[in-house]
């Protein structure tokens, strides 16, 4: 049967496209964020108050912004050990802008770094939903870690290559359980690091134990790392300010006797254009 020109005209017709968001509208004089004005929350809600309602779409308890506050807080900074914070000072010892220096160091977050809280909040939120919920947590955690055992793969969210200890994951622990926010997701986490520390004295970092509180609190796994930027980003600022007004421009990091060559000695140089002189092509 022959399509008419009207009918194919319907199929092919462009509509002008939207872009749909629930998280804030934009009007003149006018700015609702999840429903909220703006006006009403600038200097009545906290700073974490305002993550949690921009990501998870409502206003927290006291208690859970207590303890989203204490999250961000734990991931402020690790001196300049990671990655990230070394990337930022030496851009800004290049005499890069502020916000390349910033960017430089959010851009060295990947899989061994920062992103270990995703992966275990993920793992963790697939276990607890596939898990029966009547099942003994230890024998859940048993199993998850034994999973892991045979795949010969890390587990995400415990040990610390400086901590033996990391001091924040306690900290956090036992702030989760004084605001009623430590559930069964918390509660797998500290069974897996008992595990763990029975089997290869090995405890639970930073990752592991906000990767349980996170879960808790109902957060999506794929808000993890994202959160954790959140808290860092006050750390790699004052690094960056440290590095431009503390320290010389373009400051020499490595002397040259620190540096190990062990590439190929005295190779003997050709000249390529007399090797293709004879080559007409094809």
């Keep these: 049967m022959a ?11 462009v509509s002008n496209p939207k872009w749909r968001t629930s998280i804030t509208k934009v009007e003149p004089n006018r700015i609702i964020t999840r429903g909220y004005s703006q006006e009403d929350l600038i200097g009545n809600v906290s700073f974490s108050e305002m993550v949690y309602l921009l990501i998870k779409g409502e206003m927290p308890s006291k208690k859970e912004s207590k303890m989203l506050g204490s999250v961000l807080v734990s991931f402020c900074d690790h001196g ?31 899989k061994n770094h920062a992103g270990a809280i995703e992966r275990s909040m993920k793992a963790f939120q ?3 939903q596939r898990s029966n919920p009547e099942e003994d947590i230890l024998i859940t955690a048993k199993r998850f870690v034994d999973d892991y055992l045979k795949k010969g ?3 995400p969210g415990f040990g610390h290559r400086y901590h033996s200890e990391d001091p924040r994951a306690a900290r956090l622990i036992e702030i989760a359980q004084e605001q009623n926010c430590a559930g ?9 690091q008992e595990i763990l520390l029975e089997m290869k004295d090995i405890k639970m970092n930073i990752d592991g134990a906000n990767a349980g509180i996170l879960s808790d609190m ?17 750390g790699l600022i004052s690094h960056v300010y440290e590095e431009k007004v503390r320290e010389p421009e373009f400051r020499k990091f490595f002397d040259t006797d620190e ?10 140089f050709t000249n390529f254009s007399d090797l293709n002189a004879g080559n007409t092509g094809d």
């Design 3 to 13: 399509i008419g020109r009207e009918s194919l005209e319907n199929v092919f017709k």
């Design 153 to 155: 793969i890390k587990i």
């Design 184 to 192: 069964t997701h918390t509660r797998l986490a500290m069974a897996v």
């Design 126 to 128: 697939d276990v607890i």
């Design 259 to 268: 540096i190990y060559y062990d590439g190929i000695e005295d190779q003997k």
């Design 218 to 234: 109902g957060f999506d796994w794929r808000t993890g790392t994202g959160i954790f930027m959140i808290g860092r980003l006050p």
């Design 80 to 110: 300049v050990t990671p990655p990230s914070t070394q990337a930022a000072r030496m851009i800004a010892s290049a005499g890069s802008p502020v916000h390349a220096c910033i960017a430089g160091g959010l851009l060295a977050f990947g």
